[in-house]
C-alpha cells in the first residue's frame, strides 16, 4: 500500500511553472525530447523540460533508499510527519549519497555519479509530477546539486498521477535494462513485499524484476528472517537494522537453499541447521565458514570451545496452543533452542556494539567481551570441522564423478536412438568410444579391487568383468 506524503509547499508554484515550460517545448522549433514510460501498464511518451534544481522535491517514498531510513529513528519519523521540511530533505539527501551497508558513510558510487556528471553531465532525464516531486533521478538530483548545476532535464507525468503511480513508475524504470544503479540488496527486498502486499501476483511481479518465481519466493523467505533476526537483536533501547544485513546476500540466499534441502530431507534438524548458519552469519564470518555449520556443527565442534556464559541452555520449551482449533503444536527441541539462544545473545551483542553511544559503558563492554569470546571460540571450531569436510569430500569424490558419468550415459542411450531414427549415426566413431569406455572401466576395475575390502553388488559386478576380460 503507497504512503500519501500529500503535496509539498511550493506544488502550486511548480505546475504552472512546469505547464508554462511544456507550452514553451511545444511550440518551440526542432526536435522535441521526450521520454518513454510505463504508465498504467501501457507505454507513454512524455515531454522532456528543463527545471530549476532547487524547485524539485526528493522523493519520500524512493525504494532506493526505504531500508536505510531506519538510520536515525527521529529524522525518519520526521519524515514520515512532514516529508516536505527542510529538515526531511536534507535527510533524504544524506541518504542518498550514503552507503547503503552504512548510512554513516559516503557511498563510492554516488562518488563515481557525481564525476561521471562533472565530466559528461546529464544524459538521461530524470521524471517528476507536476507538483514537482521526483519520481526518477533522485540521486542524479543530489549529486548534481553538489556541482552547483542550477538545472536538471525531467520528464513530466500527467496531472492525474497518484502515489501509487509514483511508486509504480518509480519501479518500472528502475529495472530497465540500462546503467541505471540497482536497488541495495534490502531495498530489493522490501519492493518485493510492497508489491506482494498491493495484490499483485508473485509470478507478475517476479517477472518484472527479470527473476524466476522460485526466486522470488526465496526473496520472501530471506526477508522474514531477517526481520526475525531484528525482533530478536532487541535489548533495552537498542537493535539491529535490516540494513545491518546488507552484504550479507549470498549467504542468506545459500542458507535459504541450505534450509529447503534439509526441510526435506530431515525436516527435524532444519532449524537447527539454519540456527548453527545464522550464528557464523551474525558474526560476519566467510561464505566457505558458513557452509561448514552443519547440523552437528554446535554438538560436535563448537560447544566445548564456547566459554559457560555462551553455553546457556534455555528452560525446557512448551507445546503451544493454537487458539481457537484446541491444538498444540510441538516445542522446539533443546538443541534447537540452546542454538537460537546463542543466536540472540550475539544478535544483541552485535546490537549494542553498533550504537555504542545508546547503552552504557559497562553494557557495551560487556557485548564487546562476548562477541570475542563468541568469534574465538567459533575460529576454534571451524579448524577440525573443515578438515572433516575435507575429508568427507575426498571420499565422495570418486562416487560422485560415476553417478555424473552414468547421467552421460544415460544421455547417449537417448542420442543413440534419436540418431536411429534419423539414420545418422556414426558407428565407427561409436566404437571407438566404446572401445574407450572397456578401457576406462578395466582401469577403474583394477584400482577398485585394491581399495574395496567388502564388495557391495556393483563392486562385484565390476570384479567380475574384469576377470573375465582376463580369462
Known amino acids: 500500500m503507497s504512503m500519501d506524503f500529500g503535496r509539498p509547499p511550493r506544488a502550486a508554484e511548480n505546475q504552472e511553472l512546469v505547464e508554462k515550460r511544456l507550452q514553451e517545448a511545444a511550440a518551440g522549433q526542432g526536435l522535441q525530447e521526450t521520454l518513454t514510460i510505463e504508465w498504467r501498464t501501457k507505454p507513454m511518451v512524455v515531454q522532456v523540460i528543463d527545471m530549476p534544481i532547487d524547485q524539485v522535491y526528493f522523493n519520500p ?3 532506493r533508499i526505504r531500508a536505510q531510513r531506519s538510520f536515525d529513528p527521529d529524522r525518519d519519523q520526521l519524515l514520515t510527519a512532514d516529508a516536505w521540511s527542510e529538515e526531511s530533505q536534507d535527510y533524504l539527501r544524506h541518504l542518498l549519497q550514503a552507503l547503503p551497508s552504512n548510512p554513516g558513510k559516503r557511498d563510492g558510487d554516488f562518488e563515481d555519479l557525481k564525476s ?26 543530489a549529486a548534481l546539486r553538489e556541482l552547483g548545476v542550477l538545472s536538471v532535464r525531467v520528464g513530466v507525468l500527467p496531472e492525474t498521477c497518484t502515489w501509487s503511480d509514483i511508486n509504480s513508475v518509480e519501479l518500472s524504470l528502475q529495472l530497465r535494462h540500462d546503467t541505471r544503479r540497482p536497488y ?21 511481479i517476479a517477472r518484472e524484476f527479470r527473476i524466476r518465481p522460485e526466486t522470488a519466493k526465496q526473496d520472501q523467505w530471506v526477508l522474514t528472517t531477517l526481520k526475525d533476526l531484528v525482533n530478536r537483536s532487541r535489548t533495552g533501547a537498542v537493535q539491529l537494522k535490516l540494513m ?13 537453499r ?9 525436516p527435524g534438524q532444519a532449524d537447527l541447521l539454519k540456527e548453527n548458519k545464522l550464528a557464523l552469519i551474525v558474526l560476519e564470518f566467510s561464505k566457505t565458514d558458513v557452509r561448514l555449520a552443519d547440523v552437528d556443527f554446535r554438538a560436535r565442534y563448537l560447544h566445548r570451545h564456547l566459554p559457560e556464559q555462551l553455553k546457556q541452555t534455555p528452560a525446557a520449551p512448551v507445546a503451544r496452543v493454537i487458539p481457537g482449533l484446541n491444538r498444540s503444536v510441538g516445542a522446539e527441541s533443546p ?21 555504542p553511544g545508546a547503552v552504557p559503558r559497562e553494557q557495551a563492554d560487556e557485548a564487546a567481551d562476548i562477541w570475542r569470546q563468541a568469534k574465538e571460540a567459533v575460529e576454534e571450531a571451524l ?16 562416487p560422485d564423478r560415476l553417478h555424473d558419468a552414468v547421467q552421460d550415459i544415460d ?12 539414420r545418422s549415426l556414426d558407428e565407427e566413431s561409436l566404437d571407438e568410444a566404446v572401445l574407450a569406455l572397456k578401457a576406462s572401466l578395466l582401469k577403474l576395475a583394477r584400482e577398485t579391487s585394491r581399495s574395496v575390502e567388502e564388495p557391495g553388488d556393483g563392486v562385484a559386478w565390476l570384479l567380475a568383468v574384469m576377470r573375465q576380460e582376463a580369462e
Not at 120 to 132: A, F
Not at 336 to 352: E, G, M, R, S
Request: net charge positive; aromatic share 4%.
Open 383 to 398: 579448524v577440525p570441522a573443515g578438515k572433516d569436510a575435507r575429508v568427507r569430500k575426498r571420499k565422495q569424490a570418486a
Open 258 to 266: 541450505a534450509f529447503t534441502k534439509e526441510s526435506k530431507q530431515n
Open 184 to 204: 541495495s540488496y534490502i531495498n530489493r527486498l522490501l519492493t518485493i513485499e510492497e508489491q506482494v502486499g498491493s495484490g499483485r501476483p508473485l509470478a507478475d
Open 116 to 141: 561521471s556528471l562533472k565530466e559528461y553531465r546529464q544524459n538521461e532525464p530524470g521524471l517528476i509530477t507536476r507538483d514537482g516531486i521526483l519520481v526518477n533521478g533522485n540521486t542524479r538530483v
Open 411 to 422: 544421455q547417449c542411450v537417448t542420442d543413440l536412438a534419436l540418431a536411429r531414427a534419423s
Open 335 to 355: 538443541q534447537v533452542a540452546a542454538a537460537k539462544a546463542f543466536t540472540n545473545v550475539l544478535l544483541q551483542a552485535k546490537a549494542v556494539e553498533r550504537a
Open 244 to 256: 545491518d544485513f546488507e552484504d550479507q546476500q549470498e549467504k542468506l540466499r545459500e542458507l535459504h
Open 61 to 63: 517514498s524512493t525504494h
